[in-house]
């Protein structure tokens, strides 16, 4: 089994930018692969980007050069790193992890931007 906790949403205005943290309750080097994703009101929940095992990361392409996606395998963090952000970016932020084939999600944290 493994818990996930989201921190670091807020307000912020567009241009800005926000990290956001992912905290295991096991090491993230167990899971398969580990994602975010993200659920704007009025939405279905849509990737935004993926790290697999072997460290290769996946981009929707809304985000690419925008959003970093790391981890910290010491700290069992994982990362998501939002720049020049948009207002539709605003959502609802989930980090993501697959263990033996079942899904694990935190409970999710609000990013919205505006001005």
């Known amino acids: 089994q493994a818990q996930l906790v989201e921190l670091g949403g807020g307000l912020v205005q567009p241009g800005g930018s926000l990290r956001l943290s992912c905290v295991a309750s096991?090491?993230?080097?167990?899971?398969?692969?580990m994602g975010w994703y993200r659920q704007a009101p009025g939405k279905e929940r849509e990737l935004v980007a993926l790290i697999g095992s072997d460290g290769t990361t996946v981009y929707v392409d809304s985000v690419k050069g925008r959003f970093t996606f790391s981890t910290d395998n010491a700290k069992n963090m994982v990362y998501l790193q939002m720049n020049s952000l948009k207002p539709e970016d605003t959502a609802v932020y989930y980090c993501n992890a697959y263990l033996y084939g079942i899904a694990y999600w935190g409970q999710g944290t609000q990013v919205t931007v505006s001005s």
């Open positions: 096991r090491s993230i080097s167990s899971f398969d692969v």
